[in-house]
């Protein structure tokens, strides 16, 4: 490990290029004022201005907004397409806590009819001289919970056509705003990997041995007019609400079709056993990234930088050291709620995740 350090070493930096060698899956936990009143937008802009600072300050090089403006990390989006709506989710749960997220649900032809969060982009952008990071949800999460079920469309394949031309809309948009660094937030690859969800997604009218490819799919044709220069990279997990989850399972069963998706950067988590170990990533492309989400964003214990290491090294056995990069393994608040952790150890998460990359990349 230590002659693979001092080969970056002589690269140099955290990168100038995303994804950053400390970097930072999207979400922010609310301060108090913001909890309260979450609807007001001049105390979201206040909000975001603060958190813009403090993740300059720490030494982060993609800003985010901390998704301070959404309820939810997908629905905010997804309903915003023409032919989406949000009902009560039927399948499976996330543990420990009574309440649930909602589901979207294709009513009718998808269009990208309007613009979506491009004003809430502006803003992060006008604010900050770093790279402005902004997450959206991943086309597969227009499918992935409600399935076939919960799709209007008679013929599938023109469900993922219309799809994937939403997307392209959605990302033009985008780079026309000037943004050069996007995340498709997509837990459908990761909730493939486990048993129980294969098993709805058999209940809900889908064959879960074809999504993976299904969706790799769709993504490839969501990105095939993307401007040069703008880097797209994929986030998946295993579900992130109240600091509960939903699935488990190694990413081996998804791997080959995940990694085929055409983006160029993929966030992944690797925080406890139920994400399995590291060998999957043996089915990265060459020259693709892969941020290793091994900071936990579900608890306040704070990660030492010996252990964050050790785990990089073990990952390096499988992708070269100059292609990976560190993060938490999902957001602080991917909804409203927050996990349950406090700010200032949501801060000294951040910190321990750009202390460790200056000392193994630089």
């Known amino acids: 490990m230590v002659a693979r350090r001092e080969g970056i ?5 955290l990168g100038v290029k995303p994804p950053f060698r ?7 936990l609310r301060p108090a004022y913001l909890a309260q009143a979450r609807k007001d937008r001049k105390l979201q802009d206040k909000a975001i201005l603060e958190a813009i600072r403090r ?14 403006r959404r309820d939810w990390w997908h629905l905010d989006f997804l309903t915003q397409i023409e032919g989406v709506a949000a009902r009560t989710n039927p399948g499976p749960k996330f543990g420990g806590t009574e309440e649930q997220p909602p589901i979207p649900t294709v009513t009718g032809k998808l269009r990208y009819a309007k613009p979506i969060m491009i004003e809430d982009f502006a803003f992060l952008k006008k604010n900050t001289k770093k790279t402005a990071k902004y997450t959206i949800p991943s ?3 227009l499918h992935l919970r409600g399935g076939r079920a919960a799709i209007a469309y008679a013929d599938m394949d023109e469900f993922w056509s219309d799809a994937a031309a939403v997307y392209r809309d959605a990302i033009a948009a985008f780079a026309k705003a000037g943004c050069t660094y996007l995340q498709l937030d997509d837990v459908a690859f990761a909730y493939l990997c486990d048993p129980k969800i294969r098993a709805a997604c058999v209940k809900n009218g889908d064959d879960p041995d074809r999504l993976p490819e299904t969706y790799s799919k769709t993504i490839r044709e969501a990105l095939k007019d993307r401007p040069a220069g703008m880097t797209i990279a994929m986030h ?6 109240k600091s509960a989850f939903v699935a488990e399972g190694g990413y081996e069963p998804v791997a080959e079709a995940m990694f085929a998706s055409g983006v160029d950067a993929f966030f992944m988590e690797f925080d406890t056993e139920r994400a399995g170990g590291f060998e999957p990533l043996r089915f990265v492309p060459k020259g693709k990234k892969v941020v290793l989400g091994l900071v936990t964003s579900k608890t306040p214990q704070l990660e030492s930088k010996d252990e964050l290491k050790n785990r990089i090294e073990e990952a390096a056995k499988f992708v070269p050291l100059e292609d990976l990069c560190l993060s938490p393994q999902c957001g602080f608040s991917s909804t409203h709620h927050g996990n ?3 700010q200032d150890e949501q801060w000294h998460k951040l910190e321990r995740v750009v202390q460790t990359a200056k000392e193994v990349w630089r």
């Open 236 to 241: 998946t997990c295993r579900g992130n609400f």
């Open 139 to 141: 086309p597969s999460m």
């Open 9 to 13: 070493r002589r690269q140099g930096g």
């Open 22 to 28: 400390a970097d930072q899956v999207g979400s922010l």
């Open 55 to 68: 993740q300059e300050e720490i030494g982060l090089e993609s800003i985010t907004d901390g998704e301070f």
């Open 340 to 342: 349950q952790l406090t």
